[in-house]
């Protein structure tokens, strides 16, 4: 499917069009490359018009009050002809943590972009599905401050969450760990049908802050395929495809599910491989940050647990405190590898 969106000079909107057509990738680019052409201006036009409009987007989410989260990631890599015992030519997987870079921000927003003109698109049409996300419960946004307060980052009441969060450095620790436990307002997102004119009472997504929809990743996420026939046929004024309308009311329940999956298997491969890596090492001292508390269980006697971040290797663990000693959320603390076991059972520590 072939976007053409057409900004005036501050970057929003002024028409859209979407069609079939068979696009080649020449340059195979990737975020690293693509971030070296333009940080040396070596870059041709496509790839500097990148950051030009990714720069007019973000200040227009700043206007409409959006939130892009960038939580650094773990990824798993693999390291060529690592020598030792192993046959030359070999590789092993080593895991690493990735910051994104401003690229990705700014391809970031081309996708926002598109996804605010499919649901504009489905909407004028009467018939889609909506990515959406109801405005976070006071109660969440008051334990969002409380995790503030404990990580020493100031949140005066009169700056919004929105002002904060684009204020926050995700190569800082304690930034990175405030940045994680706001992935938890983005819980109540689901997808919502409608059809035949009759608008849902929820048509926002409360992080993008406009009405939004998944459609750029047809090849991973199976929405998207939907979204692209409704649009196309939004554009051509022609009615949506019988076998779209048939499949509409199952697909929230379908990607919810295929989320979950995808979720545990991603989760449990970066299991596996931190399982492997630390195999041999358990006993030895790590020096990490914590990053993440479970609240509920701190306060009831019983000893807290939480998630701790290793400066090297690149390893997010579970964390188990002492009975009665918190744990210090966004603090720096020295753990102990009390278990690693691929296959079996997920790296574990405890306070040195």
Known sequence: MLWTLDLDADGRTESVDVRRALVRSRAKLDYASVQKEIDAGTAEEPLALLKEIGHLRE??????????????????????????????????????????????????????????????LMLGFGTGILRTLPAAP???????????????IDWPHHVSYASLVRALDPHEPRHAAFLLECTTLLRGAHYTVFRDG?????TTHSAVAAPYAHCTAPLRRLVDRYTAELCLAAVAGTPAP????????????????????????????VDLVEAALLRDRVGEVFDGWVV???EERT??????????QLETP???????????????????????LTQ?????????????
Not at 61 to 88: C, K, M, T
Not at 99 to 114: G, H, K, M, V, Y
Not at 138 to 152: C, E, F, I, N, Q
Not at 242 to 254: C, G, Q, R
């Open 340 to 352: 690693a076991e691929p296959g079996v059972a997920k790296v574990r520590f405890v306070p040195a």
């Open 314 to 336: 690149a390893v997010i663990g579970r964390v188990d405190g002492r009975d009665g000693e918190p744990l210090p959320l966004g603090e720096r603390l020295r753990v102990r």
């Open 299 to 308: 306060g009831k006697g019983g000893p807290a647990r939480g998630i701790v």
């Open 59 to 120: 200040r227009l989410e700043v206007e409409r009050g959006g939130i892009s989260l960038h939580v650094p990631e773990q990824e798993i890599v693999e390291r060529d002809d690592i020598g030792g015992h192993e046959a030359p030519g070999t590789y092993a997987l080593e895991l690493a943590y990735r910051a994104p870079l401003p690229a990705d921000a700014w391809n970031a927003q081309i996708s926002l972009l598109t996804g605010m003109a499919a649901a504009e």
């Open 292 to 294: 993440d508390v479970e």
């Open 242 to 269: 019988e076998w779209v309308l048939a499949a509409l009311d199952a697909l929230p329940d379908e990607m919810a599910g295929g989320s979950r999956l995808a979720g545990r298997v991603e989760r449990e491969c």
């Open 138 to 152: 006071d109660g969440a946004v008051g334990r969002l401050r409380r995790t503030a307060t404990a990580l020493h």
């Open 198 to 202: 009759a608008v849902p009472d929820i």
